[in-house]
C-alpha cells in the first residue's frame, strides 16, 4: 500500500473521503456549492447524519466519486476513531474494487483537535494498513478484483514527525498482520519446526542485530526443561525453546524480556476439548507469533532497545505417550509440578521458558503473553486483554500503551488470599483447581509467578481477544494480532 500525504486534496483519484462532524456547514461549501446543498437535504432527510459510523455516497460535479463518513462532534475525535473511520473508507473502496482514494480525514480531525503528531500518523497508518488484511488465500477467487493501491493523504500541519508516524504505523499494522497470518495459518502447516524457522528467517533478515537460538528434544533434556518435554510428548513435532534476541541498545543495557505461548495445537490432551471449544485451538501459539512480529518490527525500525523474544513452543495432542492426569514433573527451576488437567499446559511450558529466561537472560523485566485461560474471556471478552503484575510501574507503563494503541488491557488482581491457590499435596505446585477459588485467569498467574524469581514480571492473558467470530472495525474475522500493537507501542515509548 503506497500512503502519499499532500496539502491539498487530489482531484486524481477514484474517490474522495471526506469526513462531517456534527454543526459544520461551511466546510462543504468550501470544496463545492451543490455538494453543500446536498448534503443539507440529505441531513434533513435523515438519509445521512453526522454521527460517527453513517455513510453517504455522491458524486462530484457529475464526475468523482464521494464517499462522506459521519464522524461525531469534534470533541469526539480521537486516534482510535481516526483508525476506525480510515478502516471504513478502506473496506468501502475495497468492496467497491477502487483502486485509489483521497482524503481529509485526518487534517479534518487534527486541525481542530491538537494530539502528538507522530500518533497522529501511527494511528492513520494503522486504520489503513490493518483494516486492509484478509486472509483469503485458500480461497478461490470468484471474480478478478482491483487491488486498493494508493491513498492520498491531505495534512497541512508539520511534516516530519507526521511522515515518521505514517512510517512506523505502516511497519507495527504490517508486523500485526505477519502475526494475524501466523495465527490464521492452520496447524497443519504452523508446526513447531514452523514457527522455529521463522525465527530463523528474521535472524538471518537482520544479521546485525537480531541472533537466535533453538532448543530442541535434546537441549531440553539437557537443560531440563522437562515442563515443556511433557506437554510435547504425545506429538510427533518436536517441543523447543526458541530465543530472540534483539540487540537495538547500549552494550550494557538490560534487555526487556517478552516470552510467549506457542501451542500449536491445543487439543486439552487426555482431559480433551469439546465441540464447540476445540475448532479454533489452532490459535494457541498466538503469543508466540507475537514474540515474533515484535521482534521482526523492532528489527524493521531499528528501536534503540535490548529485546529479548522467546517462546515455547509444542503441541498438546492425544496418543500413548502424552502426559497423563496424576504426571509429576519436575520444571526447569527444579519445582515440581503435578498435573491435575493436561488442558492447563499453556502455563506449564511458559514454567520453564519464564524460568529459563530469567536465569539465562537476567532481563530487567519480564511481560509473557499467553492465550492461557477461557475464563479471561467470560471476564472481559474479546476486545480487552487481562493483565497481572507483580510492578505496578510495568502494568502502568503497559496499560498507557494499550490506550494509545488502543490494544487494551485490564488488570486483576493477583490477591494475597489467593496465592495458596495453586498448592498441591503431592508436588510444589499443582497446574489447575477448577473449584476452589474460580478465578481462573488469576490461578493461571498464580501458578506462573512460582516460576518467576526476582524480576518485575506482567502476565498478558490474550485468549479473549486473539480471535473474533465477526469482524469488528479494523479488526477482522479470525486472528486480531492483539497484543503485538500494545507491546511495540509500550517497546517505542
Ligand atoms: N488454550 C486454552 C485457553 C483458551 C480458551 C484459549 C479459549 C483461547 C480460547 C488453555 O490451554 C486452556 O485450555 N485452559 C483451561 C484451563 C483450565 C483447565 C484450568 C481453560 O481455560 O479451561
Ligand atoms: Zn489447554
Ligand atoms: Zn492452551
Known amino acids: 500500500m503506497d500512503i502519499r500525504v499532500d496539502e491539498k486534496l487530489t482531484e486524481e483519484t477514484d474517490l474522495l473521503v471526506l469526513g462531517l462532524c456534527e454543526g459544520d456547514k461551511d466546510y462543504y461549501k468550501s470544496i463545492d456549492k451543490d455538494l453543500a446543498d446536498e448534503l443539507e437535504r440529505v441531513i434533513k432527510a435523515k438519509i445521512f447524519s453526522s454521527k460517527f459510523g453513517s455513510i453517504y455516497t455522491t458524486w462530484l460535479k457529475n464526475k468523482l466519486r464521494v464517499l462522506i463518513l459521519g464522524v461525531g462532534t469534534e470533541k469526539e475525535f480521537s486516534i482510535e476513531r481516526l483508525r476506525r473511520a480510515l478502516a471504513r473508507a478502506v473496506k468501502y473502496a475495497k468492496g467497491n474494487n477502487i483502486e485509489r482514494f483521497s482524503t481529509n480525514l485526518v487534517s479534518y480531525f487534527f486541525q481542530r483537535k491538537a494530539e502528538d503528531e507522530r500518533l497522529i500518523g501511527r494511528g492513520a497508518a494503522e486504520g489503513i494498513i490493518l483494516a486492509s488484511y484478509s486472509f483469503d488465500k485458500y480461497l478461490t477467487p470468484k471474480e478478478e478484483k482491483k487491488p486498493l493501491s494508493t491513498i492520498f493523504i491531505q495534512w497541512k500541519k508539520e511534516k516530519k514527525s507526521f511522515e515518521l508516524g505514517l512510517c512506523e504505523g505502516t511497519i507495527i499494522a504490517e508486523s500485526t498482520n505477519y502475526v494475524r497470518d501466523l495465527v490464521n495459518e492452520p496447524s497443519i502447516l504452523v508446526t513447531t519446526d514452523y514457527l522455529a524457522a521463522q525465527a530463523q528467517a528474521i535472524a538471518k533478515t537482520f544479521k546485525k542485530t537480531v541472533s537466535v537460538r533453538v532448543l530442541g528434544r535434546k537441549e531440553l533434556e539437557k537443560e531440563g526443561c522437562n515442563a515443556i518435554l511433557a506437554v510435547g510428548k504425545g506429538s510427533i513435532q518436536e517441543p523447543k525453546l526458541v530465543i530472540l534476541e534483539y540487540k537495538g541498545g547500549n552494550k550494557g543495557d538490560q534487555s526487556t524480556a517478552i516470552v510467549g505461548k506457542g501451542i500449536t495445537f491445543d487439543t486439552g490432551g487426555y482431559n480433551i476439548k469439546l465441540t464447540g471449544y476445540i475448532e479454533t485451538m489452532k490459535t494457541d501459539m498466538a503469543g508466540a507469533a507475537i514474540v515474533l512480529g515484535t521482534i521482526k518490527c523492532l528489527a524493521k525500525l531499528n528501536v534503540k532497545k535490548n529485546v529479548c523474544g522467546v517462546f515455547a513452543t509444542c503441541e498438546n495432542a492425544v496418543s500413548g505417550s502424552s502426559y497423563k492426569p496424576g504426571d509429576i514433573i519436575r520444571a526447569y527451576n527444579k519445582k515440581t509440578i503435578e498435573i491435575t488437567n493436561t488442558d492447563a499446559e499453556g502455563r506449564v511450558v511458559l514454567a520453564d521458558a519464564l524460568a529459563y ?27 480487552i486483554s487481562g493483565a497481572i503484575s507483580t510492578n505496578k510501574d510495568l502494568l502502568r507503563n503497559l496499560q498507557k500503551a494499550g490506550e494509545e494503541s488502543y490494544d487494551r488491557l485490564w488488570e486483576l488482581p493477583l490477591l494475597d488470599e489467593y496465592m495458596d491457590g495453586m498448592d498441591s499435596t503431592v508436588a510444589d505446585v499443582k497446574n489447575s483447581e477448577p473449584i476452589k477459588y474460580g478465578a481462573g485467569t488469576i490461578m493461571g498467574a498464580v501458578f506462573l509467578k512460582q516460576f518467576v524469581e526476582k524480576v518485575p514480571w506482567a502476565h498478558l492473558d490474550i485468549a479473549g481477544t486473539t480471535f473474533l467470530q465477526e469482524e469488528k472495525e479494523y479488526l477482522p474475522k479470525g486472528a486480531t494480532g492483539a497484543g503485538t500493537r500494545l507491546l511495540l507501542y509500550y517497546l517505542l515509548r
Open 357 to 383: 529466561t530469567e536465569k539465562n537472560y537476567k532481563p530487567k523485566q519480564i511481560i509473557d503473553l499467553a492465550t492461557l485461560t477461557g475464563a479471561c474471556f467470560v471476564a472481559l471478552g474479546n476486545q
